[in-house]
């Protein structure tokens, strides 16, 4: 049995019964090697609140989610209100509510992604999985349980219609394509992105985000440019053009204009 944050009540985080329920269950769930990460996270920062969002991915890192032990283990080695954190963590979208499969699946369904496929490629996958949106297909954690959401544009549009793994970008997706990607998923398999770092998981995704990086250099060896994303500066190149000088920031061109004189 799977624990869920309850988004619908504040109980848990006003009465000190609830509290000292979540102290027990953040004791239970984050080990030693947890509080030294959080630790040496917390010391990035001259403000410990400032560490909260590497925070929450370190919680992900152990549990594959934000649960409320998670949202008490933050607060109480940030100094902040356990309603502060929640309040982050239900704000971004990368912060999961309910426990994550082995990968999370994310289908762009933006303009260009949607208006190239990315729709039907969302209904397919869906469909093949038997889950909807932030569902998990399999037991979450084990090794081929999938998690899906639709998401926001990708910042990769020029690839449109990508989907990404774990962060990592499938470009110029088909259904068919996808489908593919979903089943090798399944069986276990980690098939390579288009471009980026290879394909891990989702925990040890996190784990990344929260500043820990088993092995640096592989996860930044792989090239990121494609044809598409760099046809603009190769046109520019052959066309000879170039973007205007920055003016000298101490010249006439680069003052700001007067402001208007008040009647
Ligand atoms: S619309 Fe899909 S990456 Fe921009």
Known sequence: MTEQFDFTTTEHLLSPGGQAAERAADTAVFDEDTRA???RIVDRYPESRSALLPMLHLVQSVQGHVSEAGVAFCAERLGLGTAEVSAVATFYTMYKDRPCGQHLVSVCTNTLCAALGGDEIYRRVTAELGVGHEETAGEPGETGSLTVEHAECLAACDLAPVLQVNYEYYDKQTPESA???V???QRGEKPAPSRGAPLSDFRTVERELAGFYADLEAETAG???SAETLRGTELARQQGWSAPAKPDPDSAEAALPPLPEKN
């Open 183 to 185: 089943r090798a998923l």
């Open 37 to 39: 990460d959080a630790r």
């Open 223 to 225: 090239g990121t440019g």
């Open 179 to 181: 489908l593919d990607l």
